[in-house]
């Protein structure tokens, strides 16, 4: 017969979960330590113990507190997950894996090591095997909303944003308030063809209709005289690409008429951070502080506007929007497309991206359109110089793109392959982080296969975790091709400073036309065609005039340098000038 609990074990455990349930840490953890030095082989002690020290943030001594706990009880599969956490946050991934494998061969339900395992398996970019081992799980238990949400996750990292929606929708139908879920599927409609803008707009009006949107309005404080107060809220004030865009905002701020106020809800601080921090006169940390609270902290430093620069997208706080906790509330930069909530009012582009009288319909903020450039762009300090065009040396044209996976469709891949056939002799360079995965190579490899190109001309880099190595790769493209109908922002405007021209496809949405914005604000207007026809001759024309090449590479700093796109300046005195535009109309000043 096995250990079993004593009497006096069973009532200091109940003890114990009842000090904890009433938020008093310290002393729980008193007790259990004096629990498991009387008694050393009471497994759920070590556990609870290694529990409260884990998450004082001692990872080293978590885990010996649950070997102790699993030298008692070997099988406890919750102790074997706890551990795995443990040794991860350690660094040691291998072994972390083990422990989730091994709580999964005791009990293949027990959900939290499967999913910890497959975030794990995707962190590493082993994406098939992290798909697989959630697809297993969904087989044991077909209702789980938390295998059926990572799952889509998986799908769409791997660039399968079609199987992704339908895979997002399966979770809406078993949780039909699921927020993640359902934001990711916004996101994800816009990578494929396949749906209109008018079906984007039925999604993003139903999301706006869940119970997160639907929150009690928090009381915003008027406010008469001293300057106007703008916030900015993001989960990206960090090493990410919208600091690229909102960074030179901030630096060229007009302090005597603005106060700024950024609002960051992000859980790891970098660098980056400590340099915006540096830009803002006000600094509010809302990272796990509940919407009601936060929108109370917003509303009472009684801003002008509230602008939000995430939209739909990853660490978004739009719940707290939907309080209300500003007069006017406008969303940039962050997402490309209506948030869908009424009490969004604005949303800044320009007419190149959202042409007057073509996006309204599909809005229900009122677009706020800047004169020439609806962002600026703040080049990385980091970047190599431009390199002549490769094709000079190696005597054929190097056609890439570097778009995140998920852009690089069916549909795009089939146009590409008609580039390649258009110019003999020509190849394409594809980077990302997903190519690191076998599988993932040869899924898109086959869609190339199936179009008539063969491996030998198609390369598909992983791509390397600095950023001045990520972008002395455009030393071996020489014309960059972009993609549709989700273009690329940040990648474009990087291949422009490494002096690489860019082919976009413009169409219908402002996803689809950030690449004809940057463009036309450029000068490069010869880059941006209306249609797939229009867009394989670019390419081919382009790639047949090495001249041009030439001049296009070795003048593009200088062209950067006095476009819209890097005058910080000039585009917030424009951003500027339409916010107290709107704020004198509404009486809000």
């Known amino acids: 017969m096995g250990y079993q609990e004593s009497t006096e074990s069973l009532a200091r455990l109940k003890y114990v979960e009842l000090l904890l349930k009433k938020g008093m840490q310290e002393e729980a953890r008193t007790q259990l330590q004096q629990l498991v030095q009387e008694d050393p082989g009471c497994a759920r002690g070590w556990y609870l113990l290694a529990v409260l020290v884990g998450e004082q943030g001692y990872p080293d001594q978590a885990a010996k507190l649950l070997r102790q706990a699993l030298r008692a009880e070997p099988e406890d599969v919750k102790a074997l997950n706890a551990l795995g956490v443990a040794l991860q946050q350690m660094g040691d991934r291998e072994q972390g894996a083990a422990c989730y494998g091994d709580a999964l061969r005791i009990d293949p339900r027990f959900q939290e090591a499967r999913v910890n395992l497959a975030l794990l398996l995707k962190e590493g970019m082993r994406l098939a095997e992290a798909e697989a081992l959630l697809s297993q799980g969904i087989a044991l238990e ?52 396949q749906f209109s803008d008018r079906q984007i707009f039925a999604e993003h009006l139903r999301a706006a209709r869940s119970a997160p949107f639907r929150p009690p309005p928090s009381p915003s404080v008027p406010r008469r005289g001293g300057r106007i107060r703008i916030g900015y809220l993001s989960p990206d004030f960090r090493s990410h690409a919208v600091a690229s865009f909102i960074e030179p905002v901030l630096k060229k701020h007009d302090r005597e008429r603005f106060e700024i106020f950024c609002y960051a809800n992000l859980p790891r601080p970098d660098r980056v951070t400590e340099r915006i921090k540096g830009l803002c006169e006000h600094w509010r940390d809302l990272y796990n502080i509940p919407d009601q609270i936060a929108a109370l902290m917003i509303a009472a430093d009684a801003l002008d506007v509230l602008i939000d620069l995430a939209g739909h997208t990853a660490g978004n706080r739009l719940p707290l929007f939907a309080r209300r906790p500003a007069p006017l509330q406008i969303t940039w930069i962050g997402y490309p497309d209506t948030t869908g909530l009424k009490q969004m009012d604005y949303r800044i582009t320009d007419r190149h991206a959202d042409p007057p009288g073509k996006s309204e319909r599909y809005h229900t903020e009122t677009l706020l359109r800047l004169p020439r450039s609806f962002s600026c762009f703040l080049p990385p300090a980091d970047a190599p110089e431009v390199a002549p065009p490769p094709c000079l040396a190696t005597g054929a044209v190097t056609f890439g793109s570097f778009n995140n996976l998920a852009k690089v469709t069916p549909e795009v891949i089939l146009l590409w392959c008609r580039v390649l056939h258009a110019v003999p002799g020509s190849r394409l360079l594809l980077k990302g982080r997903p190519f690191e995965d076998s599988a993932v190579r040869e899924r898109i490899a086959s869609q190339f296969s199936t179009g008539g190109i063969g491996g030998e001309r198609v390369e598909l880099h992983p791509g390397e975790p600095e950023s001045s190595a990520h972008l002395a790769q455009y030393g071996r493209v020489d014309i960059a091709l972009d993609s549709f109908p989700y273009n690329g922002t940040t990648t474009t405007c990087e291949a422009l400073w490494m002096g690489v021209p860019v082919v976009t496809l413009a169409g219908t949405r402002h996803a689809a036309r950030t690449g004809a914005s940057i463009l036309a604000n450029c000068g490069l207007d010869e880059l941006v065609a209306e249609n797939e026809e229009e867009y394989l001759e670019i390419s081919r024309r382009m790639a047949a005039d090495r001249e041009r090449l030439l001049e296009l590479r070795m003048g593009a700093r200088e062209r950067l340098s006095a476009s819209p796109l890097l005058d910080a300046a000039g585009v917030t005195r424009e951003l500027e000038a339409a916010l107290e535009g709107i704020l004198k109309e509404r009486g809000v000043r």
């Open 142 to 193: 077909p209702e789980s909303v938390r295998l059926r949400y990572n799952y889509a996750n998986v799908l769409h990292y791997q660039g399968r944003s079609l199987e992704a929606t339908g895979a997002y929708r399966q979770v809406l139908r078993l949780d039909p308030q699921h927020l993640d879920a359902r934001q990711n599927l916004l996101f994800a409609l816009h990578y494929s063809p």
